[in-house]
DNA sequence: CTATGCATCTTTACGATGTAAAGATAGCGA
DNA sequence: TCGCTATCTTTACATCGTAAAGATGCATAG
Protein backbone atom coordinates (compact mmCIF):
# COMPACT_ATOMS: atom_id res chain seq x y z
CA UNK A 1 0.00 0.00 0.00
CA UNK A 2 0.86 3.40 -0.51
CA UNK A 3 3.90 2.47 -3.33
CA UNK A 4 4.07 6.03 -4.83
CA UNK A 5 4.90 8.21 -2.12
CA UNK A 6 1.48 9.27 -1.29
CA UNK A 7 1.24 10.25 -4.82
CA UNK A 8 2.01 13.42 -6.27
CA UNK A 9 5.62 13.63 -7.51
CA UNK A 10 7.36 12.92 -11.47
CA UNK A 11 3.88 12.52 -12.90
CA UNK A 12 3.30 15.69 -15.24
CA UNK A 13 6.58 18.27 -15.86
CA UNK A 14 5.04 20.74 -17.74
CA UNK A 15 1.47 21.94 -16.89
CA UNK A 16 0.45 23.41 -13.29
CA UNK A 17 2.25 26.05 -12.86
CA UNK A 18 3.69 26.55 -9.11
CA UNK A 19 1.49 29.08 -7.48
CA UNK A 20 -2.43 27.22 -8.57
CA UNK A 21 -4.51 27.78 -4.81
CA UNK A 22 -5.89 24.54 -5.81
CA UNK A 23 -8.17 24.94 -2.61
CA UNK A 24 -7.53 20.99 -1.38
CA UNK A 25 -10.28 20.43 1.48
CA UNK A 26 -9.63 18.60 4.42
CA UNK A 27 -12.16 16.29 3.28
CA UNK A 28 -10.67 15.21 -0.10
CA UNK A 29 -6.82 14.88 2.00
CA UNK A 30 -8.26 12.93 4.67
CA UNK A 31 -10.28 10.56 1.87
CA UNK A 32 -6.99 9.81 0.59
CA UNK A 33 -5.14 8.55 3.65
CA UNK A 34 -7.44 5.96 4.89
CA UNK A 35 -5.50 3.22 6.74
CA UNK A 36 -2.80 5.91 8.46
CA UNK A 37 -3.26 7.19 11.65
CA UNK A 38 -5.98 4.65 13.31
CA UNK A 39 -7.31 6.59 15.65
CA UNK A 40 -4.61 9.51 16.48
CA UNK A 41 -5.26 12.53 14.53
CA UNK A 42 -4.43 12.64 11.07
CA UNK A 43 -3.22 16.00 11.19
CA UNK A 44 -0.37 16.47 13.82
CA UNK A 45 0.91 13.75 14.51
CA UNK A 46 2.34 14.51 18.36
CA UNK A 47 5.25 12.29 18.87
CA UNK A 48 5.95 11.74 15.02
CA UNK A 49 9.40 12.22 15.50
CA UNK A 50 9.50 9.02 17.88
CA UNK A 51 7.36 7.16 15.25
CA UNK A 52 9.69 7.98 12.67
CA UNK A 53 12.80 6.63 14.88
CA UNK A 54 10.78 3.52 15.33
CA UNK A 55 9.62 3.48 11.88
CA UNK A 56 13.52 3.67 10.38
CA UNK A 57 14.54 0.53 12.95
CA UNK A 58 12.26 -1.66 11.14
CA UNK A 59 13.11 -0.42 7.88
CA UNK A 60 16.75 -1.06 8.45
CA UNK A 61 16.20 -4.73 9.82
CA UNK A 62 13.63 -4.96 7.08
CA UNK A 63 15.56 -3.81 3.84
CA UNK A 64 18.77 -2.95 5.07
CA UNK A 65 21.35 -0.12 4.85
CA UNK A 66 20.27 0.29 1.58
CA UNK A 67 16.87 0.58 2.22
CA UNK A 68 17.16 2.93 5.04
CA UNK A 69 15.89 6.02 2.70
CA UNK A 70 13.98 9.23 3.75
CA UNK A 71 10.90 8.75 1.90
CA UNK A 72 10.90 4.76 2.82
CA UNK A 73 10.65 5.67 6.44
CA UNK A 74 7.87 8.43 5.63
CA UNK A 75 6.15 5.76 4.12
CA UNK A 76 6.70 3.46 6.78
CA UNK A 77 5.20 6.37 9.67
CA UNK A 78 2.56 6.74 7.24
CA UNK A 79 2.92 10.56 6.85
CA UNK A 80 4.20 12.29 3.75
CA UNK A 81 7.92 11.75 2.74
CA UNK A 82 9.39 15.30 3.52
CA UNK A 83 7.32 14.90 7.57
CA UNK A 84 11.41 13.56 8.34
CA UNK A 85 13.10 16.99 7.15
CA UNK A 86 11.24 18.74 10.14
CA UNK A 87 12.44 16.59 12.36
CA UNK A 88 16.15 15.62 11.44
CA UNK A 89 16.96 17.91 9.02
CA UNK A 90 18.37 15.38 6.37
CA UNK A 91 19.41 11.84 5.91
CA UNK A 92 22.16 12.28 8.13
CA UNK A 93 20.31 13.91 11.17
CA UNK A 94 18.08 11.17 10.82
CA UNK A 95 20.50 8.43 10.08
CA UNK A 96 22.67 9.74 13.42
CA UNK A 97 19.63 10.23 15.96
CA UNK A 98 18.97 6.18 15.20
CA UNK A 99 22.54 5.53 15.06
CA UNK A 100 22.63 7.11 18.83
CA UNK A 101 19.57 5.08 19.70
CA UNK A 102 21.90 1.94 18.55
CA UNK A 103 25.03 2.93 20.66
CA UNK A 104 22.31 3.11 23.47
CA UNK A 105 21.45 -0.47 23.20
CA UNK A 106 24.55 -1.62 22.08
CA UNK A 107 25.92 -0.34 26.03
CA UNK A 108 23.19 -1.63 27.30
CA UNK A 109 23.58 -4.79 26.33
CA UNK A 110 27.55 -5.61 26.96
CA UNK A 111 26.68 -3.68 30.60
CA UNK A 112 24.27 -6.33 31.58
CA UNK A 113 26.52 -8.92 30.33
CA UNK A 114 29.20 -7.69 32.52
CA UNK A 115 27.08 -7.94 35.68
CA UNK A 116 26.18 -11.58 35.34
CA UNK A 117 29.93 -12.48 34.75
CA UNK A 118 31.29 -13.94 38.25
CA UNK A 119 34.69 -15.24 37.64
CA UNK A 120 37.77 -13.13 36.15
CA UNK A 121 38.00 -15.09 33.20
CA UNK A 122 34.02 -14.83 32.23
CA UNK A 123 34.21 -11.35 33.02
CA UNK A 124 36.91 -11.04 30.24
CA UNK A 125 34.79 -12.76 27.86
CA UNK A 126 31.54 -11.60 28.71
CA UNK A 127 31.78 -7.94 27.25
CA UNK A 128 33.21 -9.32 23.28
CA UNK A 129 31.15 -11.99 23.28
CA UNK A 130 28.44 -9.63 23.94
CA UNK A 131 29.42 -7.31 21.42
CA UNK A 132 29.22 -9.79 18.69
CA UNK A 133 26.46 -10.84 19.63
CA UNK A 134 25.00 -7.69 19.52
CA UNK A 135 25.70 -7.02 16.19
CA UNK A 136 24.58 -10.97 15.25
CA UNK A 137 21.32 -9.81 16.23
CA UNK A 138 21.45 -6.58 14.84
CA UNK A 139 23.56 -6.35 11.97
CA UNK A 140 21.64 -3.28 10.07
CA UNK A 141 21.87 -1.48 13.47
CA UNK A 142 25.73 -2.56 13.76
CA UNK A 143 26.20 -1.61 9.96
CA UNK A 144 24.82 2.08 10.38
CA UNK A 145 26.82 2.68 13.70
CA UNK A 146 30.49 1.36 12.57
CA UNK A 147 29.67 1.09 8.20
CA UNK A 148 27.84 4.56 7.57
CA UNK A 149 29.86 7.34 6.19
CA UNK A 150 26.56 9.49 6.65
CA UNK A 151 26.94 10.16 10.21
CA UNK A 152 27.55 12.95 12.17
CA UNK A 153 29.32 12.84 15.51
CA UNK A 154 28.92 16.93 16.45
CA UNK A 155 25.09 16.04 16.98
CA UNK A 156 25.11 15.51 21.32
CA UNK A 157 22.77 12.74 21.68
CA UNK A 158 25.13 10.66 18.79
CA UNK A 159 28.76 12.46 20.34
CA UNK A 160 27.67 11.04 23.51
CA UNK A 161 26.39 7.26 22.93
CA UNK A 162 29.26 6.55 21.16
CA UNK A 163 31.55 8.44 23.49
CA UNK A 164 29.59 6.54 26.37
CA UNK A 165 30.63 3.11 24.54
CA UNK A 166 34.37 3.93 24.26
CA UNK A 167 34.69 4.65 27.73
CA UNK A 168 33.25 1.25 28.97
CA UNK A 169 35.96 -0.34 26.91
CA UNK A 170 38.80 1.74 28.34
CA UNK A 171 37.61 0.90 31.87
CA UNK A 172 37.13 -3.16 31.35
CA UNK A 173 40.87 -3.33 29.54
CA UNK A 174 42.10 -1.00 32.31
CA UNK A 175 40.38 -3.49 34.85
CA UNK A 176 42.01 -6.54 33.34
CA UNK A 177 45.14 -4.80 33.53
CA UNK A 178 44.95 -3.72 37.20
CA UNK A 179 45.98 -0.40 36.55
CA UNK A 180 43.72 2.56 36.53
CA UNK A 181 43.24 5.33 33.70
CA UNK A 182 44.85 8.89 35.12
CA UNK A 183 42.63 11.65 34.19
CA UNK A 184 42.61 11.53 30.27
CA UNK A 185 46.41 10.50 29.50
CA UNK A 186 47.22 7.13 28.28
CA UNK A 187 50.48 5.63 28.06
CA UNK A 188 51.50 3.81 24.85
CA UNK A 189 51.27 0.30 26.09
CA UNK A 190 47.51 1.21 27.27
CA UNK A 191 46.52 2.49 24.14
CA UNK A 192 47.67 -0.25 22.88
CA UNK A 193 45.83 -2.46 24.77
CA UNK A 194 42.82 -0.90 24.58
CA UNK A 195 43.30 -0.26 20.61
CA UNK A 196 43.87 -3.74 20.00
CA UNK A 197 40.99 -5.15 21.98
CA UNK A 198 38.70 -2.81 20.49
CA UNK A 199 39.96 -3.61 16.64
CA UNK A 200 40.71 -6.95 17.12
CA UNK A 201 36.31 -7.64 18.46
CA UNK A 202 35.26 -4.82 15.84
CA UNK A 203 37.20 -6.46 12.83
CA UNK A 204 36.05 -10.16 14.20
CA UNK A 205 32.35 -8.56 13.65
CA UNK A 206 33.03 -6.62 10.58
CA UNK A 207 34.26 -10.05 8.72
CA UNK A 208 31.80 -11.61 10.25
CA UNK A 209 28.67 -9.52 8.90
CA UNK A 210 30.49 -9.11 5.77
CA UNK A 211 30.68 -13.34 5.28
CA UNK A 212 34.41 -13.18 5.33
CA UNK A 213 35.06 -15.62 7.45
CA UNK A 214 32.92 -18.29 5.90
CA UNK A 215 35.78 -19.25 4.24
CA UNK A 216 37.81 -19.99 7.52
CA UNK A 217 34.72 -21.90 9.39
CA UNK A 218 34.42 -24.05 6.24
CA UNK A 219 37.92 -25.13 6.36
CA UNK A 220 37.27 -26.09 10.36
CA UNK A 221 35.86 -29.31 12.43
CA UNK A 222 32.56 -29.48 11.28
CA UNK A 223 29.72 -27.86 12.92
CA UNK A 224 31.98 -24.88 14.54
CA UNK A 225 30.38 -21.56 15.00
CA UNK A 226 31.05 -18.35 14.39
CA UNK A 227 30.89 -18.03 18.34
CA UNK A 228 33.32 -20.74 18.76
CA UNK A 229 35.85 -19.37 16.61
CA UNK A 230 35.39 -15.73 18.99
CA UNK A 231 35.81 -17.72 22.10
CA UNK A 232 39.26 -19.29 20.73
CA UNK A 233 40.85 -16.33 19.79
CA UNK A 234 39.78 -14.64 23.00
CA UNK A 235 40.56 -17.71 25.34
CA UNK A 236 44.33 -17.41 24.02
CA UNK A 237 44.68 -13.64 23.93
CA UNK A 238 43.49 -13.62 27.43
CA UNK A 239 45.63 -16.60 28.64
CA UNK A 240 48.72 -14.98 27.11
CA UNK A 241 47.42 -11.75 29.09
CA UNK A 242 46.09 -11.90 32.53
CA UNK A 243 48.42 -11.88 35.57
CA UNK A 244 47.67 -15.42 36.23
CA UNK A 245 45.97 -18.56 35.98
CA UNK A 246 42.02 -18.77 36.95
CA UNK B 1 32.43 21.14 -18.86
CA UNK B 2 29.73 18.47 -19.66
CA UNK B 3 27.97 19.57 -16.12
CA UNK B 4 24.95 18.00 -17.73
CA UNK B 5 25.29 14.46 -18.80
CA UNK B 6 26.36 15.35 -22.12
CA UNK B 7 22.29 17.29 -21.98
CA UNK B 8 19.28 15.29 -22.43
CA UNK B 9 17.23 13.83 -19.75
CA UNK B 10 14.62 14.92 -17.33
CA UNK B 11 13.71 17.60 -19.04
CA UNK B 12 10.66 17.31 -20.66
CA UNK B 13 8.33 14.52 -19.46
CA UNK B 14 4.54 14.80 -20.80
CA UNK B 15 5.17 14.77 -24.82
CA UNK B 16 7.38 13.55 -26.93
CA UNK B 17 6.15 9.80 -27.01
CA UNK B 18 8.33 7.01 -26.75
CA UNK B 19 8.43 6.21 -30.64
CA UNK B 20 9.79 9.13 -32.49
CA UNK B 21 12.24 8.82 -35.63
CA UNK B 22 13.64 11.73 -34.62
CA UNK B 23 16.99 10.99 -37.17
CA UNK B 24 19.87 13.14 -35.18
CA UNK B 25 22.56 12.77 -38.25
CA UNK B 26 26.33 12.68 -37.89
CA UNK B 27 27.19 16.20 -38.12
CA UNK B 28 24.63 17.15 -35.03
CA UNK B 29 26.21 14.52 -32.60
CA UNK B 30 29.57 15.59 -33.67
CA UNK B 31 29.46 19.42 -33.11
CA UNK B 32 27.95 18.81 -29.95
CA UNK B 33 30.67 17.09 -27.92
CA UNK B 34 33.44 18.79 -29.42
CA UNK B 35 36.11 18.75 -26.63
CA UNK B 36 36.09 14.75 -25.83
CA UNK B 37 38.08 11.80 -27.44
CA UNK B 38 41.35 14.04 -27.89
CA UNK B 39 43.01 12.33 -30.66
CA UNK B 40 40.94 9.48 -30.73
CA UNK B 41 38.06 8.34 -32.59
CA UNK B 42 35.14 9.98 -31.16
CA UNK B 43 32.85 6.89 -31.46
CA UNK B 44 34.17 2.98 -30.79
CA UNK B 45 36.82 4.34 -28.42
CA UNK B 46 38.59 0.63 -27.95
CA UNK B 47 39.53 0.48 -24.57
CA UNK B 48 36.73 1.80 -23.24
CA UNK B 49 36.21 -0.53 -20.62
CA UNK B 50 40.21 0.24 -19.44
CA UNK B 51 39.68 4.11 -19.48
CA UNK B 52 36.31 3.60 -17.42
CA UNK B 53 38.31 1.40 -14.58
CA UNK B 54 40.71 4.07 -14.28
CA UNK B 55 38.49 6.73 -14.76
CA UNK B 56 36.62 5.15 -11.55
CA UNK B 57 40.13 4.78 -9.67
CA UNK B 58 40.24 8.75 -10.29
CA UNK B 59 36.61 9.34 -9.40
CA UNK B 60 36.71 7.38 -6.07
CA UNK B 61 40.23 8.98 -4.93
CA UNK B 62 39.06 12.34 -5.89
CA UNK B 63 35.53 12.43 -4.59
CA UNK B 64 35.27 9.39 -2.46
CA UNK B 65 33.02 6.38 -2.16
CA UNK B 66 29.57 8.24 -2.22
CA UNK B 67 30.93 10.39 -5.31
CA UNK B 68 31.78 7.05 -7.20
CA UNK B 69 28.74 6.56 -9.76
CA UNK B 70 28.15 5.09 -13.13
CA UNK B 71 27.06 8.61 -14.54
CA UNK B 72 30.04 10.39 -12.29
CA UNK B 73 32.40 7.57 -14.07
CA UNK B 74 31.39 8.23 -17.64
CA UNK B 75 32.00 11.83 -17.57
CA UNK B 76 35.24 11.45 -16.25
CA UNK B 77 35.72 9.32 -19.41
CA UNK B 78 34.33 12.01 -21.69
CA UNK B 79 31.66 9.19 -22.82
CA UNK B 80 27.25 8.91 -22.41
CA UNK B 81 25.98 8.12 -19.00
CA UNK B 82 24.80 4.80 -20.48
CA UNK B 83 28.19 3.57 -21.85
CA UNK B 84 29.45 2.12 -18.75
CA UNK B 85 26.70 -0.66 -18.56
CA UNK B 86 27.49 -2.20 -21.43
CA UNK B 87 30.36 -3.16 -20.19
CA UNK B 88 29.71 -3.38 -16.78
CA UNK B 89 26.50 -4.65 -16.45
CA UNK B 90 25.57 -2.36 -13.56
CA UNK B 91 27.16 -0.32 -10.97
CA UNK B 92 28.05 -3.12 -8.99
CA UNK B 93 29.60 -4.92 -12.02
CA UNK B 94 31.91 -2.06 -12.25
CA UNK B 95 32.64 -1.35 -8.36
CA UNK B 96 33.22 -5.45 -8.55
CA UNK B 97 35.70 -5.38 -11.06
CA UNK B 98 37.48 -2.32 -9.20
CA UNK B 99 37.68 -3.95 -6.35
CA UNK B 100 39.35 -6.64 -7.85
CA UNK B 101 41.96 -4.04 -8.90
CA UNK B 102 41.94 -3.19 -5.66
CA UNK B 103 43.16 -6.58 -4.08
CA UNK B 104 45.73 -7.13 -6.67
CA UNK B 105 47.31 -3.64 -6.06
CA UNK B 106 46.39 -4.61 -2.33
CA UNK B 107 48.47 -8.26 -2.66
CA UNK B 108 51.24 -7.01 -4.51
CA UNK B 109 52.30 -4.17 -2.24
CA UNK B 110 51.68 -6.91 0.95
CA UNK B 111 54.21 -9.33 -1.15
CA UNK B 112 56.99 -6.82 -1.70
CA UNK B 113 56.64 -5.42 1.88
CA UNK B 114 57.61 -8.51 2.84
CA UNK B 115 60.06 -9.83 0.44
CA UNK B 116 62.02 -6.60 2.04
CA UNK B 117 62.29 -7.68 5.29
CA UNK B 118 65.32 -9.80 6.53
CA UNK B 119 64.74 -10.94 10.25
CA UNK B 120 61.54 -13.20 11.20
CA UNK B 121 60.89 -10.54 13.79
CA UNK B 122 60.42 -7.47 10.61
CA UNK B 123 58.92 -10.18 8.50
CA UNK B 124 55.84 -10.54 10.96
CA UNK B 125 55.51 -6.86 11.36
CA UNK B 126 55.98 -5.99 7.33
CA UNK B 127 52.82 -7.78 6.38
CA UNK B 128 50.41 -5.85 8.93
CA UNK B 129 52.16 -2.52 8.37
CA UNK B 130 52.24 -2.75 4.60
CA UNK B 131 48.47 -3.77 5.27
CA UNK B 132 47.52 -0.38 7.23
CA UNK B 133 50.13 1.83 4.81
CA UNK B 134 48.14 0.73 1.68
CA UNK B 135 45.03 1.50 3.33
CA UNK B 136 46.09 4.77 4.40
CA UNK B 137 47.52 5.31 1.12
CA UNK B 138 44.02 4.34 -0.57
CA UNK B 139 41.11 5.10 1.86
CA UNK B 140 39.01 4.94 -0.99
CA UNK B 141 40.03 1.94 -2.46
CA UNK B 142 40.17 0.20 0.68
CA UNK B 143 36.67 1.41 1.38
CA UNK B 144 35.52 0.41 -1.99
CA UNK B 145 36.97 -3.68 -0.96
CA UNK B 146 36.01 -3.46 2.68
CA UNK B 147 32.83 -1.32 3.01
CA UNK B 148 30.61 -1.62 0.07
CA UNK B 149 27.70 -4.01 0.06
CA UNK B 150 27.96 -3.52 -3.83
CA UNK B 151 30.13 -6.20 -4.41
CA UNK B 152 29.50 -9.65 -6.41
CA UNK B 153 31.78 -12.21 -5.41
CA UNK B 154 30.72 -14.41 -7.88
CA UNK B 155 32.47 -13.13 -10.61
CA UNK B 156 35.84 -14.64 -11.24
CA UNK B 157 38.26 -11.61 -10.90
CA UNK B 158 36.98 -10.56 -8.12
CA UNK B 159 36.54 -13.62 -6.22
CA UNK B 160 40.22 -14.82 -7.40
CA UNK B 161 41.87 -11.72 -6.22
CA UNK B 162 40.21 -11.79 -2.89
CA UNK B 163 41.36 -15.20 -2.26
CA UNK B 164 44.61 -14.66 -3.32
CA UNK B 165 44.85 -12.39 -0.65
CA UNK B 166 43.08 -14.38 2.37
CA UNK B 167 45.67 -17.12 0.95
CA UNK B 168 48.85 -14.75 1.48
CA UNK B 169 47.50 -13.87 5.40
CA UNK B 170 47.14 -17.68 5.85
CA UNK B 171 50.41 -18.57 4.62
CA UNK B 172 51.98 -16.07 6.79
CA UNK B 173 50.39 -16.87 9.95
CA UNK B 174 51.25 -20.14 9.10
CA UNK B 175 54.67 -19.48 8.31
CA UNK B 176 54.98 -17.48 11.74
CA UNK B 177 53.87 -20.76 13.36
CA UNK B 178 55.70 -22.72 11.89
CA UNK B 179 53.08 -25.49 11.35
CA UNK B 180 51.86 -24.94 7.47
CA UNK B 181 48.58 -26.21 6.79
CA UNK B 182 47.54 -29.47 5.88
CA UNK B 183 45.14 -29.28 2.81
CA UNK B 184 41.94 -27.53 3.15
CA UNK B 185 41.32 -28.20 6.52
CA UNK B 186 42.10 -26.22 10.15
CA UNK B 187 42.56 -26.94 13.52
CA UNK B 188 41.00 -24.25 15.88
CA UNK B 189 44.00 -23.34 16.99
CA UNK B 190 44.98 -22.21 13.60
CA UNK B 191 41.59 -20.96 12.48
CA UNK B 192 41.34 -18.79 15.44
CA UNK B 193 45.75 -17.82 14.77
CA UNK B 194 44.43 -16.56 11.53
CA UNK B 195 40.60 -14.77 12.39
CA UNK B 196 42.12 -12.68 15.02
CA UNK B 197 45.35 -11.47 12.92
CA UNK B 198 43.27 -10.41 10.19
CA UNK B 199 40.30 -9.01 12.61
CA UNK B 200 43.14 -7.10 14.55
CA UNK B 201 44.58 -5.82 11.40
CA UNK B 202 41.32 -5.36 9.45
CA UNK B 203 39.71 -3.48 12.50
CA UNK B 204 42.54 -1.35 13.49
CA UNK B 205 42.33 0.33 9.91
CA UNK B 206 38.58 0.42 9.77
CA UNK B 207 38.64 2.75 13.15
CA UNK B 208 41.64 4.88 12.00
CA UNK B 209 39.79 4.92 8.74
CA UNK B 210 36.71 6.01 9.96
CA UNK B 211 38.46 8.46 12.50
CA UNK B 212 37.73 6.44 15.76
CA UNK B 213 41.32 6.42 16.85
CA UNK B 214 41.45 9.78 17.53
CA UNK B 215 40.12 9.57 20.99
CA UNK B 216 43.34 7.59 21.24
CA UNK B 217 46.03 9.06 19.70
CA UNK B 218 45.14 12.17 21.64
CA UNK B 219 45.24 10.90 24.85
CA UNK B 220 48.76 9.06 23.91
CA UNK B 221 52.27 11.18 24.42
CA UNK B 222 52.57 14.10 22.27
CA UNK B 223 52.92 13.05 18.61
CA UNK B 224 52.56 9.60 18.50
CA UNK B 225 51.10 8.63 15.35
CA UNK B 226 48.66 5.94 14.00
CA UNK B 227 51.99 3.87 12.79
CA UNK B 228 53.55 3.81 16.35
CA UNK B 229 50.26 2.91 17.83
CA UNK B 230 50.06 0.22 15.90
CA UNK B 231 53.81 -1.19 15.96
CA UNK B 232 53.24 -1.21 19.91
CA UNK B 233 50.40 -3.60 19.45
CA UNK B 234 51.97 -5.92 17.21
CA UNK B 235 55.16 -5.97 19.21
CA UNK B 236 53.33 -6.80 22.28
CA UNK B 237 51.15 -9.28 20.51
CA UNK B 238 54.67 -10.70 18.65
CA UNK B 239 56.32 -10.91 21.94
CA UNK B 240 53.78 -12.85 23.53
CA UNK B 241 53.29 -15.13 20.34
CA UNK B 242 56.61 -16.06 18.79
CA UNK B 243 58.38 -19.31 19.54
CA UNK B 244 61.74 -17.69 21.18
CA UNK B 245 63.13 -14.15 21.31
CA UNK B 246 65.01 -12.96 18.62
C1' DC C 1 -14.04 34.88 22.54
C1' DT C 2 -11.45 35.93 18.68
C1' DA C 3 -7.26 36.78 16.17
C1' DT C 4 -2.63 36.11 15.43
C1' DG C 5 1.70 33.56 15.47
C1' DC C 6 4.11 29.46 15.21
C1' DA C 7 5.11 24.56 15.02
C1' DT C 8 3.87 20.77 12.28
C1' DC C 9 2.77 18.38 8.20
C1' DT C 10 1.66 18.27 2.97
C1' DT C 11 2.32 19.63 -1.92
C1' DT C 12 4.92 20.72 -5.47
C1' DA C 13 9.12 21.04 -7.84
C1' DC C 14 13.89 20.05 -9.29
C1' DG C 15 18.29 17.96 -10.10
C1' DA C 16 20.77 13.52 -9.69
C1' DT C 17 21.07 8.59 -10.03
C1' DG C 18 20.47 3.55 -11.90
C1' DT C 19 18.66 1.18 -15.44
C1' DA C 20 15.99 -0.29 -19.53
C1' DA C 21 15.13 0.10 -24.41
C1' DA C 22 15.81 1.67 -28.84
C1' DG C 23 18.61 4.15 -32.22
C1' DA C 24 23.17 5.20 -34.44
C1' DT C 25 27.83 3.92 -35.92
C1' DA C 26 31.71 1.35 -37.41
C1' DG C 27 34.48 -2.53 -38.21
C1' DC C 28 34.56 -7.12 -40.24
C1' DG C 29 33.56 -11.11 -42.71
C1' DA C 30 30.66 -13.33 -46.58
C1' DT D 1 29.12 -4.61 -51.60
C1' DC D 2 26.03 -6.01 -48.04
C1' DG D 3 24.50 -7.07 -43.86
C1' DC D 4 25.94 -8.56 -38.82
C1' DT D 5 27.29 -7.50 -34.61
C1' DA D 6 29.66 -5.11 -31.00
C1' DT D 7 29.94 -0.65 -29.27
C1' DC D 8 28.26 3.75 -27.98
C1' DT D 9 24.38 7.42 -27.71
C1' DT D 10 19.56 9.01 -26.91
C1' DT D 11 15.60 8.88 -24.68
C1' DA D 12 12.70 7.66 -20.97
C1' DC D 13 11.33 6.67 -16.31
C1' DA D 14 11.06 5.46 -11.32
C1' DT D 15 13.31 6.76 -7.12
C1' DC D 16 15.91 9.59 -4.03
C1' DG D 17 17.30 13.96 -1.27
C1' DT D 18 16.11 18.40 -0.63
C1' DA D 19 14.16 23.09 -1.03
C1' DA D 20 10.20 26.11 -0.91
C1' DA D 21 5.66 27.26 -0.26
C1' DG D 22 0.97 26.10 1.23
C1' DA D 23 -2.26 24.05 4.72
C1' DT D 24 -3.57 23.07 9.46
C1' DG D 25 -4.31 23.35 14.20
C1' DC D 26 -2.66 24.58 18.88
C1' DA D 27 -1.46 28.17 22.04
C1' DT D 28 -1.55 32.45 23.60
C1' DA D 29 -2.28 37.46 23.63
C1' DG D 30 -5.66 40.95 23.19
Redesign the interface.
Known amino acids: MAKSDTRGD ?6 RRPRSPQRTSQASRAARRPAAAKTETPYHHGALREALLQAAERVLERD ?3 GLTLRAVAREAGVSHAAPTHHFGDLTGLVSELAAIGFRQFNAAMASACDTATSPLERALARPKAYVAYAQAHPGMYGLM ?2 T ?1 RLDYSRPSLHEAAESS ?1 AGLANAISAMRQEPISG ?6 Q ?6 A ?7 T ?2 LL ?1 GR ?1 E ?3 E ?3 AG ?1 TAE ?2 LE ?2 LK ?2 VA ?2 MPSGT
Not at 10 to 15: I, P, Q, S, V, W
Not at 184 to 189: D, F, H, M, N, S
Not at 191 to 196: E, K, T, V
Not at 198 to 204: D, E, Q, T
Open positions: TKGGTAGLAFREFRALTIEGAAIARWSMVHGFMLDLDILRLPTQLAISTAR
